[in-house]
């Protein structure tokens, strides 16, 4: 049954078309898991074919990816992407001939309607109702319609005559499945259903086409016995000729015969590949299924190895051969790339207007005709010599050294060129440190720059985009380096110092006018000792005007600022001020300062300085080892015990000792000891007291035991000590 009878079948018993769908899914996996590479096996339906997977073949490119060199024509067979099923959507075509199986689509149309879906039987005939059997088998589509219009006539009177008002037409709606074979030289050989719409194309590519050794150019299309088309299939893949795509018929046979003569082309050409040759094919031929050659082919010669009844013979074939040249099988052609050199080329480079590679021909075979057509020399030409650089026979290079300013006006002899001579003419900068000169200081663009003579100093600060608002036009100084050849130099100074006076306006002092620059000079540019930009403090909290203020001059102080400010406002607290500079705290008992402007805790403002004065603060905090850290209203006739006892006193790990205070403005005190007796810092408003932690301390702490034993060994050692100074004396 076809895959339609199935389904139609299935339909009638109750099943759904989903489960068909999930049923034909199912099977067609299991099919292909189960299918040998080599099984004739095939799924067909009426408007479908499902391909066995064909196996990867190696030598399937038209490329030479592998040691074993590709057979042409393989991967037309081989590539997953590409398909030659039949398009079962056109028109059926004009030479279609019916068979068992078809089925056939009937529209009456016009003043009578009516459909009839009729399918050839196995003896030719189609049944439509009320009518005699119609025998069609073997009709193409417009023989049979005209038959069936005929038998139609009997029960539709005039159908397609003009002014009858009824028509039909027939087309074919569904096609029939046919068996073909392939045989001989193919990769899975066997019977295979497909569509009646199938070409010789769709059957090749069903079996996976020639084997190794199969044919690509032999292949027969056998029907009752009879050759009905010998097929090459160069003429599809070299000129896209489908000539011999003929259509199959039920029962055809593919016959793929052993390959001829085959010949492998390999090196420069297109397509190195094996190729299938014919008897009356020559060389040429060959070139043309690789391609031709690519562009650095070397097509004098063209290499042979060619087996013999003992061994291996070796032929140079000539471009002029390559026409008559007959190929035997096995023979291996290699075509060689061209060499890496010229034959007639000479190079000039240097100081000339248009240096390059020229060809050595009539009219340029010396060194001055070389010139001339590089345009000649450019003005900065080192005429003193030049180098040829030539090969010699053995490939070595040698140097030839000439005068070019004596070539030039004729005073030697022109000088033959040779293939692959290089031509060098120096320029005179070239053969020079790069000269510069530098400028550095109180000018807008300082570095280096190029040095060209004639350049003076009022040139190199006007490229310097001139002074800078510090620079002092009076402390100019240049800075320039004495050779050692120079016989003048006599305390063997290493390098001379000027000084110039130059205004803004780049006019410099009439006694040093026309001052030139010498290359590697250096020019400084002093900073005027007067300048300064201008620099700016803040003064922010319990002040009359806060922000920020401009320091006038260097000898503003802290008390200055507050003056500047508008003094301190009632609620202000300058024993809690803070003084900040460079981001960290300068502790400053402000109180004291107003008291004593003349001190020295009345500091010089800086640029960047910061003073904060608080609000009067009411609290004490206590932090640390107290049994109850706590802030606590400040009270003028509480000491440091007072407040040690509003947080609960100390903890066990409370270092006592080393209790202190650390006051609003930053300052800190502690706590003294003498002998037994302990003085406390005074509690000031907004202050910190702290008391640290003994757990650090203890770890190096000796215990009782240990001091102990520390001492009983001092006593020893000190008793000895007088024993020995008592046995001296």
Do not use: C, W
Not at 73 to 90: H, K, V
Not at 340 to 361: H, M, S, T, W
């Amino acid at each position: 049954m076809s895959e339609s009878q199935i389904k139609e079948a299935m339909l009638l018993k109750g099943y759904s078309s989903a489960q068909f769908d999930t049923l034909q899914e199912r099977f067609t996996k299991k099919y292909f898991n189960n299918l040998q590479p080599n099984s004739p096996k095939e799924i067909s339906s009426n408007r479908q074919i499902i391909k066995p997977a064909i196996p990867f073949v190696k030598n399937d490119s038209f490329e030479h990816h592998s040691s074993k060199p590709a057979i042409f024509g393989a991967s037309l067979f081989t590539q997953n992407n590409l398909s030659f099923e039949p398009d079962l959507r056109i028109a059926t075509p004009k030479n279609y001939q019916l068979g068992p199986d078809d089925e056939l689509n009937i529209d009456i149309f016009g003043n009578a309607l009516d459909n009839y879906k009729v399918k050839i039987s196995p003896e030719g005939t189609i049944k439509i109702l009320n009518l005699a059997p119609i025998y069609i088998n073997g009709l193409s589509i417009e023989t049979a319609s005209e038959r069936i219009i005929k038998h139609l006539r009997q029960l539709y009177q005039g159908i397609n005559l003009p002014q009858s008002g009824v028509s039909a037409q027939i087309t074919l709606s569904n096609v029939r499945s046919i068996k073909v074979t392939l045989t001989g030289e193919v990769n899975r050989p066997g019977t295979y259903t497909i569509s009646s719409l199938a070409s010789v194309f769709n059957a090749l590519y069903l079996s996976g086409g020639p084997s190794e050794n199969g044919s690509f150019r032999n292949i027969r299309v056998i029907r009752n016995n009879k050759i009905v088309r010998i097929i090459d299939l160069y003429d599809f893949l070299l000129r896209a000729d489908q000539k011999d795509n003929i259509r199959l018929q039920d029962q055809d046979v593919i016959r793929i015969a052993d390959y001829g003569t085959r010949v492998e082309i390999t090196g420069e050409v297109k397509r190195p590949m094996i190729f299938e040759v014919k008897s009356t094919e020559n060389l040429k031929e060959i070139l043309r299924f690789a391609g031709g050659f690519t562009d650095k082919a070397y097509t004098n010669l063209i290499s042979l190895k060619r087996n013999t009844a003992t061994g291996l013979k070796l032929f140079n074939i000539t471009e002029n051969e390559v026409l008559n040249f007959m190929p035997k099988n096995g023979d291996k052609y290699t075509v060689g790339a061209i060499l890496d050199r010229y034959e007639n080329r000479v190079q000039i480079k240097g100081a000339v207007f248009r240096a390059g590679e020229y060809a050595l021909e009539t009219g340029l075979i010396t060194v001055k005709e070389l010139i001339k057509k590089a345009e000649g020399l450019k003005e900065e030409a080192f005429l003193n010599r030049a180098t040829i650089t030539r090969k010699q026979e053995n490939n070595e290079p040698i140097i030839i050294a000439f005068d070019v300013g004596k070539l030039i006006r004729n005073e030697i002899s022109d000088i033959p060129l040779q293939r692959e001579d290089i031509v060098e003419i120096s320029s005179i900068p070239s053969l020079q440190e790069k000269r510069t000169v530098s400028i550095y200081g109180e000018v807008n663009k300082t570095g280096v720059f190029d040095f060209v003579e004639g350049l003076t100093i009022e040139d190199l600060i006007l490229f310097a985009k001139g002074f800078t608002d510090a620079a002092s036009n009076t402390e100019i100084e240049l800075s320039r380096r004495i050779l050692d050849n120079d016989s003048s130099n006599i305390n063997h100074e290493q390098v001379k110092i000027f000084t110039f006076k130059i205004d803004r306006n780049l006019k410099i002092s009439p006694e040093n006018s026309g001052f030139k620059l010498q290359a590697f000079d250096r020019i400084y540019v002093r900073k005027s000792p007067n300048y300064a930009v201008q620099k700016s403090v803040r003064i922010d909290g319990e002040v009359n005007f806060s922000g920020v203020y401009t320091i006038k001059d260097k000898s503003q102080r802290i008390t200055d600022l507050i003056h500047l400010a508008g003094g301190l406002k009632k609620e202000a607290f300058p024993k809690g001020a803070k003084f900040i500079r460079d981001s960290s705290v300068l502790a400053i008992d402000l109180a004291y300062i107003l008291q004593n402007p003349n001190s020295s805790d009345n500091l010089l403002l800086r640029d960047g300085d910061h003073l904060e004065i608080p609000r009067t603060l009411e609290t004490i905090k206590l932090s640390g080892e107290f049994l109850n850290p706590v802030a606590v209203t400040f009270r003028q006739h509480l000491n440091v015990k007072d407040y040690i006892r509003q947080a609960g006193g100390f903890t066990e790990k409370a270092n006592k000792r080393k209790l202190y205070i650390k006051y609003a403005n930053g300052i800190s005190d502690k706590i003294r000891t003498f002998l037994f007796f302990h003085t406390y810092p005074k509690v000031e408003q907004g202050a910190e007291i702290i008391v640290p932690s003994l757990q650090n301390e203890n770890v190096h702490k000796l215990s009782t035991g240990e001091r102990i034993a520390l001492v009983g060994a001092i006593t020893s050692v000190s008793y000895l000590l007088v024993n020995i100074s008592n046995n001296l004396k």
